[in-house]
């Protein structure tokens, strides 16, 4: 397998076209160009432990990042019907991209070889990005914890730690 990308702050982020649960097209030009940055999140699967901790701490602090012009985007390859019902359980007030190709994985480096007890397999690098609205990569973090590294984000991007 070649080397997955590996993307740094200050780089171009891959422009992309995807769906999200309600089936609704989004692009991140057409979303930057609104002046607004994107939080694109990468994480293995709806409603595992890590990842419903990585969600419900970017639910917790949604409000910050949308008042301080940041849209959350959450990307896994679990299915539409997935993401609803993890949605609906947890109350996620953003969207979650169907990227079950893993395309969207690909082009920003979280499609990576893993393995456990021996076997090996090609899975998602929780991995989180902070797009500008200029398009350049603010933030990234590959193989963030699902805890805390939302409040490292929210920090190194200079939200107001009062917004809710």
Known sequence: MANPV????????????????????????????SGQGVILYFYPRDNTSGCTVQACDFRDSFGRFSNSGWRVIGVSTDSAKSHQGFIDK?????????????????????????SMYGKTYMGTLRSTFAVASDGA??????KVSPKGHVEQLLSDLGVVRGWT
């Open 6 to 33: 590996e993307l740094g702050a200050g780089d171009e982020a891959p422009d992309f076209e995807a769906t999200v649960t309600d089936g609704t097209v989004i692009r991140l030009s057409e979303m930057l160009a």
């Open 90 to 114: 947890h109350d996620l007030p953003f969207e979650l991209i169907v990227d079950e190709g893993a395309s969207l994985h690909e082009a920003y480096g979280t499609w990576r070889e893993k």
């Open 137 to 142: 990569l603010r933030w990234v973090g590959y």
